[in-house]
């Protein structure tokens, strides 16, 4: 695929998430219709899903993909744990290959972990991993 494919689809898929969500403003809800029109649309991701700061730790929130730690410390040294600390963006070639990798299955060699700031009183972080 093409840079310029990608950029086709990405918009595509932008466009389909705000039309779907055009009148619908509920957190939980946003969050669950963007997880599953990106993992319908790449279907190559193997996990795409929300973790919510509560306190000192981040707690699974919608997702679509296989079942997902449940809960993990702020400090935590793995993929999420850094992209909280660092407050960005986070591209992992080979995880199983990351530094204080926290449960990851083998099935997959790729991981993203997008920061993202939102204008409500929970910090949502968002992980992609095909």
Same mark, same amino acid.
């Given at each position: 695929?093409?840079?310029?494919?990608?950029?086709?689809?990405?918009?595509?898929?932008?466009?389909?998430?705000?039309?779907?969500?055009?009148?619908? &403003?509920?957190?939980?809800?946003?969050?669950?219709?963007?997880?599953?029109?990106?993992?319908?649309?790449?279907?190559?991701?193997?996990? /795409?899903?929300?973790?919510? /700061?509560?306190?000192?730790?981040?707690?699974?929130?919608?997702?679509?993909?296989?079942?997902?730690?449940?809960?993990?410390?702020?400090?935590?040294?793995?993929?999420?744990?850094?992209?909280?600390?660092?407050?960005?963006? /986070?591209?992992?070639?080979?995880?199983?290959?990351?530094?204080?990798?926290?449960?990851?299955?083998?099935?997959? &060699?790729?991981?993203?972990?997008?920061?993202? &700031?939102?204008?409500?009183? /929970?910090?949502?972080?968002?992980?992609?991993?095909?």
């Amino acid at each position: 695929m093409t840079r310029a494919d990608k950029a086709l689809r990405y918009a595509d898929v932008r466009q389909r998430i705000n039309t779907t969500l055009a009148n619908d &403003h509920n957190p939980i809800t946003v969050m669950a219709i963007k997880a599953a029109i990106l993992k319908e649309s790449f279907p190559q991701f193997f996990w /795409v899903g929300f973790l919510l /700061v509560e306190k000192n730790e981040m707690v699974l929130g919608p997702f679509r993909g296989p079942p997902a730690c449940l809960r993990l410390p702020l400090d935590s040294k793995g993929v999420w744990g850094t992209c909280y600390r660092d407050k960005q963006t /986070v591209l992992v070639p080979e995880v199983t290959a990351f530094q204080g990798r926290v449960g990851s299955r083998k099935s997959y &060699h790729l991981a993203q972990a997008l920061a993202l &700031h939102v204008k409500t009183p /929970v910090d949502v972080w968002r992980f992609l991993a095909r």
